[in-house]
């Protein structure tokens, strides 16, 4: 780069065998912490940080050769007031601290209020027209159509500083002025961002004093059309519109906006700007975010971008997706207006999409970010509310400062015709009006934009995670002449975080502290910076302390084994100290200080959640929907990039398009002429392109497949390879790799290592292949075939009527899905057995009676032992306390809301539970509608019916029964047969030898004799019907 900066590219703590991590986890990462914590500054004093001459940013004879930093707000002590004796050393996050997605909708209602979108809708009462929420966040310019065919079904930019004055002026009756991005006024409303609007239906300002406030209504005519001013008296929220606003665009007090009406970069020309003035244009193109620091840089603005156009696709999607699969009543219902809360229409849109959104995000997280940076972060231990998940010090003014080390010194940005828009750092900091430039390709629109900045990022190998940072950040920071390590080091001390050697087991001395090191030649700076020997401490400049520091090293000098109280060691500060560190080899990135704390942090963000992703989605499709998502996918459907790898951090060798090796015919093809070794792409007579490494190096491609029937095989390394539409066929080979299989009927074979297929819509057939404990099966949309290895697998089979085969190990667990599915667990003690998500038949049919948990969710579930070679001993719905709703985690509760059991030929035990559809009955035993036995599903077991219509004496035996339909009221399933046939307990079947059956609570159907006899039918290719036993038998 023109800064002569050196680029140390990453190294994954396993010896480089996984791809490394790109540009985009360094700025996804920035967008996440600032979704963690931010804390006002001022009010508490300045740190003054003087420049010696030999610093680079020392300016001789200038009168500016210091830094200064303000120093966070401190805390009111028990008179009240900040700013005397009493105060508490300790600050307020103005962010909620969990994985929610404030960054999209902010961290206060008043703020969210004018975030969102509105339209004008005519108010009968008035005559006159009113503000409601139409269910997105407010779009900016920018716009192109997302090529759904809905309506209105747009990709814009976030709505910029201008929009949100606008739309506050013309619809919501408020005029801001450039000054209020400094503080947010306060509105009047629930806690969910819903406004309470007065007697005209407009938002109502809360007006001091705060004892005895009033309420100001809006009013669009007002001020000549601008809205009504907001008094001085006007209570305000303490969070700010803006925290990150380009320097010469900050409306400082005394300034005035300039006369002209262009953007001026005063990084490119200085004078561009008249004195006293702030540049109203570039404010105003100021994109504004839940967070307000979504302006420090285009590449954080494009994630905020990624979640923003995902919420407003939700929303478009829900809304067609209502009145589609939803009977008239549930319509109307959504659209009424509740009296008591004031929600509609476009409230719920806007909550039932914010809800979509957050939990992408969460999982997200969790799944593939947080876990790149520590893989053995524990898994979810289940809501608990004892845990507090608020930010510590240590994580916000010193641990997630690391992303700084990663910070690139230039942005990638490659265009979809393949031309390079780059931008240095230092232009990108604080620069909104160069977010929609493409440069050779002229204005992109706001996907196109997105799509070229993570095209670029994902293929740029990120900095390594170490103590050193690029020149952008070292020297001229967000533009100015500013040292962001100097600053890093100035924060921690500043708000009393302790030094990094007392903090955990302490290093001994210098020499051991140098064995801990990522770069051990490192350790000649922190002596010259911390050491006590005489010849450092007398050297005046930084060349002469490294020169006294290099010679105590490289003699090796008695000095480096003194303690660490006495030569300096202990003063090293905690964030250089710990970014220096060295990680544990197949470890995470992080060194131990580090990780101690980011990992301790995420667990309590995670377990101490009420609305984890894991509880709010447990037993509905969404929840399998999620697994199977990415960070790629999300970018694929909101922006025009292609061919990332799917774990969209890694970064790939080689990308391939399908379109591009057809061209290239059957013959070899050579990737780098000038490497004898060289990989190349052949071809075999059925078709399939194979990439071939003859050294088989590792190397990580990534295959995007075209509309048509692809066929593909990689070699060893971590792939990505989609197949996209057609029926493909995907072979990963060696390494861990995802395949995605697209629309089309799709065979995905993981081959030797922790694979994750993803069937898509159509009847695929996936098989994991051996691994080392980490597979995940996905079969989505379709009736899916999906087989495991014996390494222990994780399998989500989607909606279809699908059938789930596991291998010889432990699965993680086996959730088919709505539809009519078999699960075999195989020989393993598996995690658990789920049927589904909707009204269906499910057949839980371990081959061994001590599998793990099987959990039936909705539907009416059967479990049976046909085939067990000892004694069933089967209990349905086992509550480990009374009054307690049940843990997944409860191994005891073997088959939760498992509905019906049967023995085979042994003295089994069967025991049914307590179920009820008592609507006062505990909610751990309430059944719901629908987990009933419907007439269409029992049709599907030959005497199922006969047997429930006889024993309960529903109907005379032979008498015609004319079937319901359904009108609607079944989502997704217009006028189908859906008649209950039997709902309120157990079905009991005893089998061959001498059982003993219990019913408990509940109206139950228990017979000894009979027993739920399954079996799998397939017509093989030649027509031949064949009956197994067992999937493993086809």
Same mark, same amino acid.
């Given at each position: 780069?023109?800064s002569?900066?050196?680029?140390?590219?990453?190294?994954?703590?396993d010896?480089?065998?996984?791809?490394?991590?790109?540009?985009?986890?360094?700025?996804?990462?920035?967008?996440?912490?600032?979704g963690?914590?931010?804390? &006002?500054?001022?009010?508490?004093?300045?740190?003054?940080?003087p420049?010696?001459?030999?610093?680079?940013?020392?300016?001789?004879?200038?009168?500016t050769n210091?830094?200064?930093?303000?120093?966070?707000?401190?805390l009111?002590?028990?008179?009240?007031?900040?700013?005397?004796?009493?105060?508490?050393?300790?600050?307020?996050?103005?962010?909620?601290p969990?994985?929610?997605?404030?960054?999209?909708?902010t961290?206060?209602?008043?703020?969210?209020?004018f975030?969102?979108?509105?339209?004008?809708?005519? /108010?009968?009462?008035?005559?006159?027209?009113?503000?409601?929420?139409?269910?997105?966040?407010?779009?900016?310019?920018?716009c192109?159509?997302r090529?759904? +065919?809905?309506?209105?079904d747009?990709?814009?930019?976030?709505?910029n500083?201008?929009?949100?004055?606008a739309?506050?002026?013309?619809?919501?009756?408020?005029?801001?002025v450039?000054?209020?991005?400094?503080d947010v006024?306060?509105?009047?409303?629930d %806690?969910y961002?819903?406004?309470?609007?007065?007697?005209?239906g407009?938002p109502?300002?809360?007006?001091?004093?705060?004892?005895?406030?009033?309420?100001?209504?809006?009013? =669009?005519?007002?001020?000549?059309?601008?809205?009504?001013?907001?008094?001085?008296?006007?209570?305000?929220?303490?969070?700010?519109?803006?925290?990150?606003?380009?320097?010469?665009?900050v409306?400082?007090?005394?300034?005035?906006?300039?006369a002209?009406?262009v953007?001026?970069?005063?990084?490119?020309?200085?004078?561009?700007?008249?004195?006293?003035?702030?540049?109203?244009?570039?404010?105003?193109?100021h994109?504004?975010?839940?967070?307000?620091r979504?302006?420090?840089? @285009?590449?954080?603005?494009?994630?905020?971008?990624?979640?923003h156009?995902e919420?407003?696709?939700?929303?478009?999607?829900?809304?067609?997706?209502?009145?589609?699969?939803?009977? =008239?009543?549930?319509?109307?219902?959504?659209?009424?207006?509740?009296?008591?809360?004031?929600?509609?229409?476009?409230?719920?849109?806007?909550?039932?999409?914010?809800?979509?959104?957050?939990?992408?995000?969460q999982?997200?997280?969790?799944?593939?970010?947080?876990?790149t940076?520590?893989?053995?972060?524990?898994p979810f231990?289940?809501?608990?509310?004892s845990?507090?998940?608020?930010?510590?010090?240590e994580?916000?003014?010193?641990?997630y400062?690391?992303?700084?080390s990663?910070?690139?010194?230039?942005?990638?940005r490659?265009?979809?015709d393949?031309?390079?828009?780059?931008?240095?750092?230092?232009?990108?900091?604080?620069?909104?009006?160069?977010? /929609?430039?493409?440069?050779?390709?002229?204005?992109?629109?706001?996907?196109a934009?997105?799509?070229?900045?993570?095209?670029?990022?994902?293929?740029?190998?990120?900095n390594?995670?170490?103590?050193?940072?690029?020149?952008?950040?070292?020297?001229?920071?967000?533009?100015?002449?500013?040292?962001?390590?100097?600053?890093?080091i100035?924060?921690?001390r500043?708000?009393?975080?302790?030094?990094?050697?007392?903090v955990?087991?302490?290093?001994?001395?210098?020499?051991?502290?140098?064995?801990a090191?990522?770069?051990?030649d490192?350790?000649?700076?922190f @002596?010259?910076?911390?050491?006590t020997?005489?010849?450092?401490?007398?050297?005046?400049?930084?060349?002469?302390?490294?020169?006294?520091?290099?010679a105590l090293?490289?003699?090796?000098?008695?000095?480096?084994?003194?303690?660490?109280a006495?030569?300096?060691l202990?003063?090293?500060?905690?964030?250089?100290?710990?970014?220096?560190?060295?990680?544990?080899?197949?470890?995470?990135?992080?060194?131990?200080?580090?990780?101690?704390?980011?990992?301790?942090q995420?667990e309590n963000?995670?377990?101490?959640?009420?609305?984890?992703?894991?509880?709010r989605? &447990?037993?509905i499709?969404?929840r399998?929907?999620?697994?199977?998502?990415?960070?790629?996918?999300?970018?694929?459907r909101?922006?025009?990039?292609?061919g990332?790898?799917?774990?969209?951090?890694?970064?790939?060798?080689f990308?391939?398009d399908?379109?591009?090796?057809?061209?290239?015919?059957?013959? %070899?093809?050579?990737?780098?002429? *000038?490497?004898?070794n060289?990989?190349?792409?052949?071809? *075999?007579?059925?078709?399939?392109?194979?990439?071939?490494d003859?050294?088989?190096?590792?190397?990580?491609?990534?295959?995007?497949?075209?509309? !048509?029937?692809?066929?593909?095989?990689?070699?060893?390394?971590?792939?990505?390879?989609f197949g996209?539409?057609?029926?493909?066929?995907?072979?990963?080979?060696?390494?861990?790799?995802?395949l995605?299989?697209g629309?089309?009927?799709?065979?995905?074979?993981?081959g030797?290592g922790?694979?994750?297929?993803?069937?898509?819509? !159509?009847?695929?057939?996936?098989?994991t292949?051996?691994?080392?404990g980490?597979?995940?099966?996905?079969?989505?949309?379709?009736?899916?075939?999906?087989?495991?290895?014996?390494?222990?697998?994780?399998?989500?089979?989607?909606?279809?009527?699908?059938?789930?085969?596991?291998?010889?190990?432990?699965s993680?667990?086996?959730?088919?899905g709505?539809?009519?599915?078999?699960?075999?667990?195989?020989?393993?003690? &598996?995690?658990?057995?789920?049927?589904?998500?909707?009204?269906?038949?499910d057949?839980?049919?371990?081959?061994?009676?001590?599998?793990?948990d099987d959990v039936g969710?909705?539907?009416?579930?059967?479990?049976?032992?046909?085939?067990?070679?000892?004694?069933?001993?089967?209990?349905?719905?086992? *509550?480990?306390?009374? +009054?307690?709703?049940?843990n997944?985690?409860?191994?005891?509760?073997?088959?939760r809301?498992v509905?019906?059991?049967?023995?085979?030929?042994?003295?089994?035990?069967?025991?049914?539970?307590?179920?009820?559809?008592?609507?006062?009955?505990?909610?751990?035993?309430?059944?719901?509608?629908?987990m009933?036995?419907?007439?269409e599903?029992?049709?599907?077991?030959?005497?199922l019916?006969?047997?429930?219509?006889?024993g309960?004496?529903?109907?005379?035996?032979g008498?015609?029964?004319?079937?319901?339909t359904?009108?609607?009221?079944? %989502?997704?399933?217009?006028a189908?047969?859906?008649h209950?046939?039997?709902?309120?307990?157990?079905?009991l079947?005893?089998?061959? !030898?001498?059982?003993? @059956?219990?019913?408990?609570?509940?109206?139950?159907?228990?017979?000894?004799? *009979?027993?739920?006899?399954?079996?799998?039918?397939a017509v093989?290719?030649?027509?031949t019907?064949?009956?197994?036993?067992?999937?493993?038998?086809?």
């Open positions: 780069p023109d002569g900066a050196l680029f140390i590219p990453n190294i994954t703590p010896f480089g065998l996984s791809a490394p991590f790109n540009v985009m986890f360094t700025f996804f990462g920035q967008f996440f912490d600032h963690l914590d931010l804390v &006002d500054k001022g009010g508490n004093g300045n740190v003054i940080m420049l010696q001459p030999d610093d680079p940013l020392f300016v001789p004879g200038a009168s210091f830094m200064v930093m303000a120093r966070a707000t401190m009111p002590g028990p008179d009240g007031i900040v700013g005397t004796a009493d105060d508490i050393h300790d600050s307020v996050n103005q962010t909620t969990w994985v929610d997605q404030n960054q999209t909708y961290s206060h209602p008043s703020h969210q209020v975030l969102r979108q509105y339209e004008m809708v005519l /108010n009968p009462a008035t005559g006159t027209t009113r503000p409601l929420p139409d269910g997105k966040v407010l779009d900016g310019g920018f192109s159509p090529g759904t +065919g809905i309506p209105g747009q990709i814009c930019n976030i709505g500083w201008g929009e949100v004055k739309q506050a002026s013309t619809k919501l009756g408020i005029h801001l450039d000054t209020d991005i400094f006024p306060l509105v009047l409303t %806690p961002g819903h406004f309470k609007p007065g007697a005209h407009f109502q300002l809360v007006i001091g004093p705060a004892a005895t406030p009033t309420l100001l209504e809006g009013d =669009p005519t007002a001020n000549g059309g601008l809205g009504v001013n907001i008094p001085a008296t006007a209570l305000h929220t303490n969070h700010q519109f803006l925290n990150d606003v380009a320097h010469n665009a409306p400082s007090p005394g300034l005035v906006p300039d002209d009406t953007i001026c970069d005063f990084r490119t020309v200085p004078s561009c700007q008249a004195p006293g003035t702030y540049d109203d244009e570039l404010l105003n193109a994109f504004v975010t839940g967070d307000g979504g302006n420090e840089n @285009i590449a954080l603005s494009m994630v905020h971008q990624l979640f156009a919420h407003n696709r939700l929303r478009d999607y829900i809304d067609q997706l209502i009145p589609a699969v939803l009977s =008239p009543t549930e319509v109307a219902a959504w659209h009424a207006v509740d009296p008591a809360s004031g929600w509609g229409y476009g409230e719920r849109l806007f909550q039932a999409s914010r809800f979509g959104t957050e939990m992408q995000y999982h997200l997280v969790f799944e593939e970010f947080a876990r940076i520590q893989p053995l972060i524990n231990l289940g809501g608990i509310t845990i507090n998940g608020a930010i510590a010090a994580f916000a003014h010193t641990v400062r690391l992303g700084h990663m910070l690139p010194e230039v942005i990638s490659i265009n979809t393949g031309s390079t828009n780059n931008i240095r750092l230092l232009n990108a900091f604080l620069s909104p009006q160069k977010y /929609n430039d493409g440069g050779p390709a002229g204005p992109l629109p706001a996907a934009a997105a799509g070229a900045i993570i095209r670029g990022l994902s293929r740029q190998v990120g390594e995670l170490d103590e050193f940072v690029t020149s952008s950040v070292r020297n001229t920071l967000v533009g100015l002449p500013l040292d962001l390590v100097a600053i890093n100035a924060r921690g500043s708000e009393g975080i302790p030094t990094q050697d007392p955990l087991q302490p290093y001994a001395n210098w020499f051991e502290y140098g064995l090191l990522r770069h051990f490192s350790l000649t700076n @002596i010259a910076a911390y050491g020997h005489p010849t450092i401490t007398s050297a005046t400049t930084v060349a002469a302390k490294r020169a006294a520091a290099s090293v490289l003699a090796n000098d008695p000095f480096l084994s003194q303690p660490a006495t030569s300096g202990n003063n090293v500060d905690y964030w250089p100290g710990g970014m220096a560190e060295k990680p544990n080899v197949f470890g995470g990135l992080l060194g131990t200080t580090f990780n101690v704390v980011f990992e301790k995420l963000l995670q377990d101490g959640d009420r609305f984890y992703y894991l509880n989605t &447990d037993g499709n969404f399998q929907q999620l697994e199977g998502n990415s960070l790629a996918e999300l970018a694929r909101n922006t025009t990039v292609g990332t790898m799917d774990k969209i951090f890694s970064t790939a060798d990308n391939f399908s379109a591009a090796l057809t061209a290239a015919g059957t013959a %070899p093809v050579i990737l780098d002429p *000038l490497d004898p060289s990989a190349k792409i052949l071809t *075999l007579a059925d078709g399939t392109k194979v990439f071939f003859p050294l088989h190096r590792g190397l990580n491609i990534v295959f995007n497949g075209g509309p !048509g029937d692809d066929r593909f095989r990689a070699d060893v390394g971590d792939d990505t390879l996209n539409g057609g029926n493909d066929r995907l072979d990963g080979g060696e390494g861990n790799d995802t995605v299989g629309d089309g009927d799709d065979i995905l074979l993981g030797n922790d694979d994750v297929l993803k069937g898509g819509p !159509g009847n695929d057939a996936l098989n292949g051996p691994g080392f980490a597979d995940l099966a996905i079969g989505g949309d379709g009736n899916d075939f999906l087989v495991g290895g014996d390494d222990g697998v994780e399998y989500f089979g989607g909606p279809g009527n699908d059938i789930i085969v596991d291998g010889a190990m432990r993680e667990g086996m959730f088919a709505a539809g009519d599915d078999w699960i075999d667990d195989g020989d393993g003690h &598996d995690g658990g057995m789920f049927g589904d998500g909707g009204n269906q038949f057949l839980l049919a371990g081959l061994n009676q001590v599998g793990g969710d909705f539907g009416f579930d059967f479990v049976t032992a046909r085939g067990w070679n000892a004694p069933a001993d089967i209990e349905l719905n086992h *509550l480990p306390l009374p +009054g307690v709703i049940i997944f985690n409860d191994l005891r509760n073997m088959y809301f509905d019906g059991g049967s023995g085979w030929d042994m003295d089994d035990l069967i025991i049914g539970d307590e179920s009820t559809t008592d609507p006062a009955a505990p909610l751990e035993i309430l059944l719901q509608p629908q009933a036995l419907t007439e599903y029992a049709a599907k077991v030959a005497g019916r006969d047997l429930v219509v006889n309960f004496g529903i109907v005379p035996t008498t015609a029964v004319t079937f319901s359904n009108s609607g009221g079944e %989502p997704g399933i217009p189908e047969v859906k209950t046939l039997f709902i309120g307990g157990n079905i079947l005893g089998g061959l !030898g001498s059982d003993t @059956i219990e019913g408990r609570g509940g109206n139950d159907l228990i017979d000894g004799d *009979l027993w739920f006899n399954v079996q799998l039918r093989l290719n030649d027509g019907v064949k009956l197994v036993d067992t999937p493993r038998l086809l």
